[in-house]
């Protein structure tokens, strides 16, 4: 019995219990919401009424108290709170009746709702309310208000992934509706992803180009070419496209010929440069493509293409010198400060090693001033004081000091031509190369110059005139230089050291061209080396310059190309053995993908890293000797390519800020882990992947470095301080390096690089930056990143290229510098001094409004320097800037519509 009386209470428990939550819901409701939830339930109730009239006036109802309650999202509207319970059964009701007579007005008014009701009552991977909303009626979706269309994007998107196929007509018309709603509503970014993700980005450009106006076009490009550094090839130079497309549409040219140089189309560039009729415009354009190296063959107006070929650059880099009044030359000496170290320490005596220091640090110093207080002052005498190729180097110095003044250059440096040591003679013939850097002359003296000692019997002076044509004719393409050298690439009887600056040389002149003549060439040349030589492994192991720069020379033709050098890469995987074919398709790889921040290629360059070959032991038999000697060729193999595939991962990731970030933390394991070779390549990595941006962790990593036990870590990280440093003037830098050289002081060797490194962090007093990136780092320059590659391959053998005789190869450098400056002109080209902000940059993207794109922010008047992660705007809106980004030289026209306050 009193088991029954237990269940009995339990019942009765029971029931109060939910009559007492169903009294605290409705007591939580207001008199009003109680009133319109019953309200609605009696329209449900209605619109499933056999008679249709009855039927369509409750429909009516509920759709009208549905679209009034949308209107705002501030929180769940009340209709759709108080329907959602009835969802299913109206769902049934639609299912079972409305099917047995199609069609009718009631049939897709029920749909219209309940495709509304679906966006919060379907299963979260169900389209029920896209396919109710393609049974309802015509009506612009946006009538359901904004949540409603997003819930219609993200259902469509899972449509289309399911299908995989065309959009279907109906889909279409969809999409074509939601894109202008969205685009009007200041959802810019929202409209852009639903377009990429049923990929009618490319092939229904109209629907994205119908909408972009004035007011939106910045929104829109600015969006779509971000996300291009997100979507596999070839969507983003699809993506791109499109980008370029709409800043040709609203007539701003500077804009879309960035996007097109980002892209590496020359067609599209000479098609935006020729469709503008703008003539200031033209002229920003000319100096657009100054910077990346690009001159157009077609332009016949003298002054469009005087900008193009750069000649404007040593003057408004002297003007700039002259407003900042750096102009006076320095001395070494000024550079190390020995007043501030350790007093006990011995002076340094007049050696050849510290004379060459000091001709290098006199060259990165005082480069492009056209002045110094050493070798242009009392000529001779300075020269002189070196040896051999330290002669070479002092007399090519001349070339750094006056780089981009071919006019006045040239005939400071014709005294040298003549001079009756080789080796002057072969650093003059450089230096006419060197003046000549990323600078065209329509005369092209450096070609006449340098063309009768090509084929020189003295090697220095012809390795002076190869080295001399690749730094003057670097991303030209010259046709005359291929003829010359090609030649000496395919000849087996030359020396080796001739054939591997030849082959750097036209893999310079013809940057990222795809030639395949060359390619063949170097792949013959590579073979035939390696057969003559018993082996290409003894070659790599006897011959540093060729193991270097033949494979780089190789890489440098498909730089940025991704997949156009798959074909090479089997045919030096086929032909090509041992370390050289190894280090050929590393090398390949990396310069194929060098800042696309391809993640694959990435996994694929540390999977080589992570190797660790079994070394020889020393206590090994007779009979294992010859299993020993293959070990230690494999051993060999895998150095060199790890090596390579370290810079390679730097390679990859620089310039894209993520994957920069990462390939640091990457950088770290690979030092604790990883074997000797990898460990040698970390150092100069991280120099390349912050060239001229002195970030605090990897100044402090490289720091810790510089003491390392193994002497090439140490010697690559002390190279590597100056790279992160060049022409920053880093004052925490200058004080470590200044430590080393007290350290070192001892060490010749070390010394010699502690004064380079040096020498670039003060490189031009601190006025130019060495970062291939540019143009707020979307545009790569990729005869700079040659540059820069030359010396850090070169300074993967240290002891065998940089410390042995061809230290000349350091100028190399000049390639990459560029005056960090904003040079603001009128529109005929005169100085325009105006006051400019500069600040730390800010990402903008998909930000609503005109968020401020430059913070902690100091007002200068032009020109200005510009240090890296800086960006530059105008004051004031007298004047609007007729370029994209605030750098380099800028083009200002009058404001019509300013007024003075």
Not at 44 to 63: C, F, G, H, M, W
Not at 352 to 376: I, Y
Not at 445 to 470: T, W
């Amino acid at each position: 019995e009193s088991k029954e009386v237990e269940k009995g209470g339990g019942k009765k428990n029971d029931v109060k219990d939910s009559k007492k939550k169903k009294d605290e819901e409705m007591g939580e409701l207001s008199p009003e919401d109680l009133e319109k939830k019953e309200q609605l339930e009696m329209l449900v109730e209605r619109s499933q009424d056999p008679d249709p009239v009855i039927q369509k006036q409750a429909l009516e109802t509920i759709r009208s108290e549905i679209r009034s309650a949308t209107a705002s999202m501030t929180s769940v509207p009340k209709p759709l709170k108080f329907l959602r319970p009835l969802y299913p059964k109206m769902k049934e009701f639609f299912f079972e009746k409305f099917f047995e007579m199609p069609d009718s007005e009631n049939q897709v008014f029920m749909a219209d709702v309940l495709s509304v009701l679906a966006m919060t009552m379907a299963d979260e991977n169900s389209t029920e309310s896209l396919d109710f909303k393609l049974m309802g009626s015509n009506d612009a979706p946006q009538t359901w208000g904004h949540e409603y269309v997003r819930h219609l994007c993200s259902e469509i998107r899972r449509e289309y992934a399911r299908s995989m196929d065309e959009l279907d007509p109906a889909l279409m018309g969809l999409v074509k509706e939601i894109v202008p709603f969205l685009m009007s509503s200041n959802a810019e970014p929202e409209a852009c992803d639903l377009l990429m993700e049923v990929e009618c980005l490319s092939t229904h450009p109209e629907i994205l180009a119908d909408c972009v106006d004035e007011k939106n076009f910045e929104r829109v490009c600015l969006y779509l070419t971000s996300c291009s550094n997100y979507v596999a090839e070839p969507e983003d130079a699809q993506i791109l496209n499109t980008a370029c497309s709409l800043y040709r549409k609203v007539k701003k040219y500077p804009q879309a010929v960035r996007i097109a140089l980002r892209i590496g189309d020359m067609d599209l560039v000479e098609s935006i440069y020729t469709s503008c009729d703008d003539r200031v415009m033209k002229k920003q354009l000319a100096f657009d493509l100054a910077r990346q190296n690009v001159l157009l063959e077609g332009e016949s107006d003298p002054e469009l293409e005087n900008i193009m070929m750069n000649t404007k650059l040593s003057e408004q880099f002297l003007s700039l010198a002259k407003d900042l009044e750096v102009v006076e030359a320095k001395t070494p000496e000024d550079i190390y400060k020995l007043h501030l170290l350790d007093s006990r320490q011995p002076p340094q005596h007049d050696s050849a090693r510290v004379n060459l220091a000091s001709t290098f640090v006199n060259a990165f110093v005082n480069m492009g001033f056209g002045n110094d207080k050493l070798v242009l002052d009392d000529y001779a005498r300075w020269i002189h004081r070196n040896k051999e190729h330290g002669m070479m180097s002092a007399s090519a110095s001349l070339g750094m000091i006056l780089l981009w003044d071919v006019d006045g250059g040239l005939s400071k440096i014709d005294k040298h031509m003549y001079s009756g040591d080789d080796h002057v003679k072969a650093g003059a013939l450089m230096a006419v190369g060197i003046v000549s850097a990323g600078v065209r002359n329509e005369c092209d003296p450096a070609l006449a110059l340098l063309v009768e000692h090509v084929d020189s019997p003295k090697r220095p002076i012809r390795a002076g005139a190869i080295c001399g044509l690749g730094l003057a004719y670097a991303g030209t393409q010259n046709e005359t230089v291929l003829e010359l050298l090609m030649p000496i690439v395919a000849d087996a009887a030359t020396n080796p050291n001739t054939v591997a600056f030849a082959a750097l040389a036209l893999g310079l002149v013809y940057v990222g061209s795809c030639n395949e003549e060359i390619s063949a060439t170097l792949i013959q040349a590579m073979t035939d080396r390696a057969e003559e030589g018993g082996g290409s492994d003894e070659l790599a192991s006897n011959r540093h310059l060729p193991q270097r720069l033949m494979p780089l020379a190789l890489g440098l033709l498909f730089l940025g190309k991704q997949e156009k050098s798959e074909v090479v890469a089997e045919s030096v995987t086929a032909m090509v053995g041992g370390t050289l074919g190894k280090a050929c398709s590393a090398t390949l790889k990396a310069c194929s993908y060098a800042g696309t921040g391809n993640v694959l290629k990435i996994q694929e360059f540390l999977s080589v890293c992570g190797k660790h070959p079994e070394a020889a032991r020393p206590d090994e038999t007779d009979e294992s000797a010859a299993k020993s000697g293959e070990q230690k060729q494999a051993a060999e193999q895998i150095a060199m390519e790890q090596g390579i595939s370290v810079i390679g991962i730097a390679m990859v990731s620089m310039g894209e800020e993520l994957g920069a970030e990462m390939a640091m933390r990457a950088f770290g394991h690979l030092l604790q882990y990883g074997d000797a070779p990898v460990r040698r390549g970390v150092p100069l990595a991280m120099g390349l992947v912050s060239v001229s941006n002195p970030q605090l962790m990897v100044v402090d990593t490289l720091s810790k470095l510089t003491h390392d036990a193994d002497l090439e870590v140490a010697q690559g990280a002390i190279l590597s301080l100056g790279l992160v440093g060049a022409g920053t003037n880093n004052s925490r830098i200058a004080a470590l390096l200044r430590q080393l050289s007290s350290y070192y002081h001892k060490d010749p060797q070390q010394l010699l690089l502690v004064r380079l490194a040096q020498g670039l962090l003060h490189a031009a007093k601190g006025l130019v930056t060495m970062n291939p990136f540019y143009s707020e780092n979307l545009l790569l320059n990729p005869i700079a990143l040659g540059g820069l590659l030359t010396v850090l391959f070169c300074s993967l053998d240290m002891k065998g290229i940089i410390l042995g005789k061809f230290h000349y190869l350091l100028y190399f450098l000049s390639l990459s510098s560029r005056p960090r400056m904003v040079f603001t002109v009128d529109e005929d080209l005169n100085p325009l001094p105006v006051n400019i902000r500069v600040g730390q940059a800010v990402d903008t993207v998909g930000q609503a409004g005109h968020p401020k794109t430059i913070t902690g922010f100091q007002t200068h008047t032009s020109p200005v320097l510009l240090a890296a992660g800086e960006r530059a705007e105008l004051a004031t809106e007298e004047y609007l800037p007729v370029a994209s980004v605030l750098e380099g030289c800028v083009i200002l026209k009058k404001n019509p519509d300013y007024i003075e306050e």
